[in-house]
T-cell receptor, first 111, second 114 residues
């Protein structure tokens, strides 16, 4: 039990579909993160939210749209994705000083 | 340029042997340094982190790391490896604050022989 829960664990979607990834933490952390993990590449930061406010957008394409309704929940809305977007998407949270707790990720496959 | 290098892509050690995973970084400001471990099908788990103070940092699962500013290194060590330590290990560097903008290394895959 990592304290950070991601759903779904696996997602297969077509390039024209719209889907959302969900992340939830009940650790009382103030910051939440989205990372992308692709094969053979280092982990890439996508977005950071502090106290529900977006503080980092690492030049992510607009087909990825984050939403943070409160400090415990984080969503990543997906639309019109490309095959190169297939990856493991990891959510993390922390109180301070960088990501501390990670979820198990959503394995996304784009057909 | 800011970067993290983990020179060893793959390491194999025998159970009970000592372990050292190397991490070198390039960072313009005072670095915050992290080591994470990832088992197959799971997310990353924070092993330890260095922000300031004592340069020898103790982490979970019996791991420790030493920050050497002069060598720009933050190597991870364990005196006696367990079979269950087989996983992928990531070193990361970032700056102050909660930006989460860490730079990750490519990772080192640890295989443990019984």
């Amino acid at each position: 039990e990592t304290g950070v829960t991601q759903t779904p664990r696996h997602l297969v979607m077509g390039m024209t579909n719209k889907k959302s990834l969900k992340c939830e933490q009940h650790l009382g952390h103030n910051a939440m993160y989205w990372y992308k993990q692709s094969a053979k590449k280092p982990l890439e930061l996508m977005f950071v939210y502090n106290f529900k406010e977006q503080t980092e957008n690492n030049s992510v394409p607009s087909r990825f749209s984050p939403e943070c309704p409160n400090s415990s929940h984080l969503f990543l809305h997906l639309h019109t994705l490309q095959p190169e977007d297939s990856a493991l998407y990891l959510c993390a949270s922390s109180q301070e000083g960088g990501p501390q707790h990670f979820g198990d990720g959503t394995r996304l496959s784009i057909l | 340029a800011q970067s993290v290098t983990q020179p060893d892509i793959h390491i194999t050690v025998s159970e009970g042997a000592s372990l050292e995973l190397r991490c070198n970084y390039s960072y313009g400001a005072t670095p915050y340094l992290f080591w994470y471990v990832q088992s197959p099908g799971q997310g990353l788990q924070l092993l330890l982190k260095y922000f300031s103070g004592d340069t020898l940092v103790q982490g979970i699962k019996g791991f420790e790391a030493e920050f050497k500013r002069s060598q720009s290194s933050f190597n991870l060590r364990k005196p006696s490896v367990l079979w269950s330590d087989a996983a992928e290990y990531f070193c990361a560097v970032g700056g102050a604050g909660n930006t989460g903008k860490l730079i990750f290394g490519q990772g080192t895959t640890l295989q443990v022989k019984p």
